[in-house]
Structures are given as structure tokens and as C-alpha cells.
């Protein structure tokens, strides 16, 4: 299906198709960090520790359509679960059209450049440490921010 060029101006999240849909993703890896929530008063604290399945030099997944099989974890965002949406940074695609903002001008959706994010300073690929290098008793140690 041909998707027209500015779609996500006319449509809300709910009414995409798969492929508009996933076109959304700058491919900023945020998603991807592992999350930490506070038992007592559940605060949510993101890391700079990147799920095992992040290429940290793509920031991509290596697996994306079994990721969920693989990680229960994953952070799989959908219009109907708008809630994820305050999980990502403020310049996330699917959180800018969710709160009613414009995508920030280094998109690649606007710039026609798929390295524009990493240009951008946006990636966390520059930052990140793959989890399989991460013993779970040191997350407390990679934490970079608090999200609530």
C-alpha cells in the first residue's frame, strides 16, 4: 500500500496501517534502554543499558519480529496502549502525534536522510551498552534518567 507523503498529518495513530505505522520509528533505539521502576513509590528510571537485542551500531533490532517472543520485556508500542508513550523521549514520533506536536524537523519521515537521527544527537547507540555486558545487580549503576 502506497502511503501518502505527510499521512500522519491526516490520520490519527489509531487509523495507520502497519506500514505508516512503523515508518513513525526514527530508529532513536530509546525504546530499546531497559527501564527500572521504584517498588515504592513506582518511579520509572531508564538506563543507559540497551536490550540484548539492539544492535548498538545499527540501532536496529536484530530480531524485531520475534522480538517479543525473546525478550518479554519489549517495549512494543501500539495506539491502543498510549500509556508506553510517556516511556519515550519527547522527540519519539508516536508521543510528539500522540500529545497533537509536529515531528522534530531531523526526522527521517521529514529529512529524507534514515542518519539523521544519529546526526541529530538522538541515537542512543553513541551512549548505550549492550545488556549481555550488564550483570542485573549493576542496573542501578546505568541509570541516566527518571521518567516519573
Not at 41 to 65: E, F, G, K, P, S
Request: some cysteine.
Amino acid at each position: 500500500m502506497t502511503t501518502e507523503k505527510y499521512y500522519w498529518k491526516n490520520k490519527t495513530l489509531a487509523e495507520m496501517n502497519d506500514q505508516e505505522w512503523e515508518l513513525l520509528c526514527d530508529s532513536c533505539g530509546y525504546c530499546c534502554l531497559v527501564k527500572l521502576e521504584d517498588e515504592d513509590d513506582n518511579a520509572i528510571y531508564t538506563t543507559n543499558v540497551a536490550c540484548r537485542l539492539l544492535d548498538t551500531q545499527t540501532c536496529r533490532c536484530m530480531d524485531y519480529v520475534e522480538r517479543q517472543t525473546r525478550v518479554s520485556a519489549c517495549l512494543v508500542l501500539r495506539p491502543d496502549k498510549p500509556e508506553l508513550f510517556n516511556l519515550l523521549p519527547e522527540t519519539c514520533a508516536y508521543r510528539c502525534l500522540n500529545e497533537g506536536r509536529e515531528l522534530p524537523a531531523w526526522h527521517p519521515l521529514l529529512s529524507g536522510e534514515s542518519n539523521s537521527v544519529s546526526k541529530a544527537g538522538v541515537a542512543v547507540c553513541s551512549y548505550a551498552v549492550s545488556e549481555e555486558f550488564i550483570h542485573p545487580d549493576q542496573l542501578q549503576d546505568h541509570i541516566i534518567h527518571r521518567l516519573r
